[in-house]
């Protein structure tokens, strides 16, 4: 069984930044892609960034480019998500995600992910 939990959300003003992780447990963390996602009120689910198995592929939405920041530690089974110039319309519930698919490529898709986090709310006000 795979648990995702992920952590550092909070509240921040408009400019500010915050630190999104991770932690995966259940099967080896190495192995496959990791992505984020988050969802607004009202909304549907959003592809954010994703990040291969080795780290060294990246994707991300146009939204965030240039200002968000997706890595990963498999040492520490954790992935990352550096979020900076935060903007009111980045506010919504962050949620990480693995996908097992095999070569552990990253991607925005977002049905073909496997197992979910519980997610975490990041607010920014103006």
């Known amino acids: 069984q795979v648990q995702l939990v992920e952590s550092g959300g909070g509240l921040v003003q408009a400019g500010g930044s915050l630190r999104l992780s991770c932690a995966a447990s259940?099967?080896?963390?190495?192995?496959?892609?990791m992505g984020w996602f988050r969802q607004a009120p009202g909304k549907e689910r959003e592809f954010v960034a994703a990040?291969?198995?080795?780290?060294?592929?990246?994707v991300y939405a146009d939204s965030v480019k240039g200002r968000f920041t997706i890595s990963r530690d498999n040492a520490k089974n954790t992935v990352y998500l550096q979020m900076n110039d935060l903007k009111p319309e980045d506010t919504a519930v962050y949620y990480c995600?693995?996908?097992?698919?095999?070569?552990?490529?990253?991607?925005?898709?977002?049905?073909?992910?496997?197992?979910w986090g519980q997610g975490t709310q990041v607010t920014v006000s103006s």
């Open positions: 995600a693995a996908d097992f698919s095999p070569g552990g490529r990253a991607h925005s898709a977002r049905g073909d992910y496997d197992y």
């Open positions: 259940g099967r080896t963390f190495s192995n496959y892609a």
């Open positions: 990040i291969s198995w080795n780290g060294r592929s990246t």
